[in-house]
């Protein structure tokens, strides 16, 4: 059928050429074709079930071409030719499945094949045809050439008709697989992505040294609420930013993920701007870099990204008139983005650094992804939602540009990025470092100075304390070397923010903010106004966000805002910075007198002690910025009239923060007595203290008694016990090595003093407290209390008897045997102090060791009071005691309550006390002794034990 309408439309269209000169052409040809296209319509019904079960099946229909062979008998060689060549174009016919459906140049090789001996005409028309969109132009044809075109007749259904038809007689093209190309594309962007995302630079990372981003990465603390002025506020005042940190994360409703930063809310609705703000350092890029290369390993978002894109408004400034899909083929050429822009929907787009766009959001005016126009236009509408509308977006900044940012753009979402916990601390540092013992030894420096372990919230705190304490280990130097005080670090950090994260010199900053820090430190204020802020530092807060935090708070029905400085300390530190570099010396010596009435000023002096440091000058590039020459003489002046105020301890770090052996030990002469009243000392405290009595040699008195020491404090001070001529420590949470070790350093002290050591055993471990104030003591010796090893208590009395004035001996609730009593006996007998007291009260002794014991104490003239109260001792006991009581002349007092004694033994030693009472050995601290019938001291009756539910106690005078 269809080959027959193939040769009447050729017979049309020789006609038309043929007849030209005897008719026009383009009548004679309308009046061929519509016949031809009559006969086609007709013929086209009645082919209609053929067509459709051709339409069903993948291969030739075999039946319907038999049956047009029969009717054909035109061309036949040219249908054989055309069969072979259905066969031998099915590697082009599977090319087009793998490709795009329209793959002109397959099908056209096909048609080619198809009309290969057919009249020049019909090639002639068709190619006509196909230039003219379906147009059959009936042309003038002059010595086998075109000249002109006259008419155009549409004859486009019958072409379509034929086309139809041509398809028919091949085996049906599959669909092209359109999602498995667009998944290749999408893995091969995501290789890239992982590839770039997946390594990250240092600071001051030499060219090609790069980190692993996963081995240093660590998860950031996000809020998902503003903070309340109250609560920040006194986070600020307490520094005490982690402990304010684990009230929030206990909170999970307070808290968020990375991952859940675009779920739904309460109510559903899944927010598509979001905004992730925080102060410089706190890891806002850190996170847009995880976002990234968490996506691209498959990770976050897989269901809801097909792609995530991100831009960095500093790098955006840079750019010129430039469009959204060049602004994205400048980052990755080899994607198809107007396939990919087709489905915004699918799109996230991560804006870092919104705190550096140096446009205004006002420019905005026409145009989509394609136009071509300013970058600040570009970037506007993308971020109006004027482009790309339905795409979703996160933009991180700094607080000083959120309302900027929130006047123009909707937020449907607000994040809080508060850094690190003290978790997160922890892992960061372990992950730093290649060895575990490189980690601790950071680590263990980080904790020990409490102002910058609370600072390390901040990333960039961190990585500051971890590479200088690196760099130190690798060039073998003394770990701490280069980074022992707090000013070392906080000048490092403040010459960072500058160099990275701002366009101001340390010079600038120290000058725009340092009179505010330093008013604010006078005046006990931590938040501060825009206003106010702007009128103190002569320019917008944009140039010195850096080193300032936003915060918003409700007002009312109004909305408020403050400024903070990003840490107290950073406060203080630059308001030293600003009286070293930027005041008279007439203005710091008032500052230096003030604060020995205003203590808030302290810190800031001791940041001025540790800008007077040689190390610190050496870091600051410019020379003139700080005095310290002039300042020196002032300092030290200073100390001596601080020196007899009660400020013990931040004198002590004055000094420490200095770093110079010859001006401490100067300083040192005036300060012999250090007596800490208030009630915590810390790791750093401790290790200042050590600090300062080695650089005198010894003092006369140490003090901390009113300090609750831990583990890690007493050993920084075990070196400098043997200095302390008196001591008063009061301890808890102690290992037994800590204990022992501190008995041995006691026990090399030189003097000869009373002493009154208390340890007790409790379930969080051993409590110490110890006093060696000579003439000052209530008592004198050693007391043990709770489950501790026999040994160790021996080793204990071996240690302390023999060297200091002990007067008693006192054990309680252990577990002893008869080899405890003899070997203390011995150590008893080595010292040279007369044993007035011993209690060995609920030791679990019994009537074998009455024996041992009477005959080890019998020989000590000078044993006053014996107290064996809640032990085992029975019937059996009672000779030996009363042999002990007759002989021990200067015994006065013994306590045998709550032990196992019948009512008969008990009258029995009643009448010992009335026998020595008419002897004349009657004391007027009369002893009670409470007799409790217990166990087999009881009597039968029916075969059951009787006990007594009250205890009977004879008062026992000696």
Known sequence: MEDKEENEDINVAKDAFDGIGKKDGAERLLEKAEPARDKRKKSDHDDEPARDKRKKSDHDDEPARDKRKK????????????????????????????????????????????????PDSRRLISSLTAETGGIIVAPIIQANSVNNVNNYINISPARDERKKSDHDDEPAPEEPDSNKRKIVCQQNYKKDVEKKYGKMKDYNSLTGEWVDFNRRYTKLFILRRHPKLKEREDELKSRGHLEWRKKYKSDEAMCIQVEDVFASDENGEIPSTVVLQGPAGIGKTFTVNKIMFDWASKNIFQ??????????????????????????????????????????????????????????????????????????????????????????????????SLETLEKSVTLQRFADLLGFSEDEIEEYVSKYFQTKEQADQALNYIKENESVFTLCFVPVVCWIVCEVIKQSIVCGEELNRNLKTATQVFVHFVITLCKHHGNNSPSDIIHKLGPLALGGVRKQQFLFQKEELEKLISSPVQDVSAFLNKIQFKQGLSCGSAYHFL???????????????????????????????????????????????????????????????????????????????????????????????????????????????HGCVNKNDCTVIKYCIEQRGEVEWLDLGLSHLGEEEVKVLLEVLPKCQKLGIYSSDLKKDTVMNFCQMLSTHPCRVSLDLDIKMTKEGLTLCCSTY??????????????????????????????YICEGVSVCNCHLTSNFIEKLCGVLKMSTTDLQSLELIDAHLTDSLVESLSSGLDAFSSLESLDLSSNSFTDSSVPSFTRLIQTCSSLKGIGLSRNRFSLERMRKLESLQEELKRSGRECEDAVAISLVRRGGGAGVSGGRSLHWSVPETLDLSL
């Open 303 to 400: 269901d809801k990204f097909d792609y995530v894109f991100h831009f960095s408004f500093r790098e955006l400034n840079t750019k010129g008139d430039v469009s959204l899909i060049e602004l994205l083929s400048d980052q990755y050429s080899d994607l198809n983005l107007k396939e990919i822009l087709a489905c915004p929907e699918k799109l996230l787009f991560l804006m870092d650094g919104f705190d550096e766009w140096k446009f205004s959001l006002d420019q905005d005016e026409g145009g989509d992804e394609h136009t071509k126009q300013p970058v600040a236009i570009t970037v506007n509408r993308l971020l109006k939602r004027k482009i790309l509308s339905k795409s979703t977006l996160l933009i991180t900044t700094r607080p000083s």
């Open 567 to 677: 840490h107290l300390s950073i406060q203080e530190v630059l308001a030293a910075m600003f009286c070293v570099s930027g005041m008279s010396d007439e203005e710091i010596n008032t500052l230096l007198n003030d604060s020995l009435h205003n203590r808030c000023l302290l810190n800031v002096v001791q940041f001025m002690f540790g800008l007077a440091n040689k190390n610190i000058q050496a870091l600051i590039s410019d020379s003139n910025l700080l005095h310290i020459p002039e300042l020196r003489p002032q300092l030290e002046n200073w100390i001596k009239e601080a020196s007899r105020g009660v400020y013990s301890l931040e004198l002590l770090h004055c000094l420490f923060e200095i770093q110079d052996e010859e001006f401490a030990k100067k300083a040192m002469a005036d300060m012999n007595n250090l007596w800490f009243f």
């Open 71 to 118: 009717s054909d008998h035109d061309d036949k060689p040219a249908r054989d030719r055309r069969k072979k060549s259905d066969h031998d174009d099915e590697p082009a016919r599977d090319k087009r499945k793998k490709s795009d459906h329209d793959d002109e140049p397959a099908r056209d090789k096909r048609k080619k094949s198809d009309h290969d001996d057919k």
């Open 774 to 803: 000579d003439g000052m003591l209530d008592k004198k010796g050693l007391s043990f209390e709770g489950d501790l090893p026999e040994d160790f208590i021996l080793n204990i009395c071996t240690l302390i008897i023999p060297k």
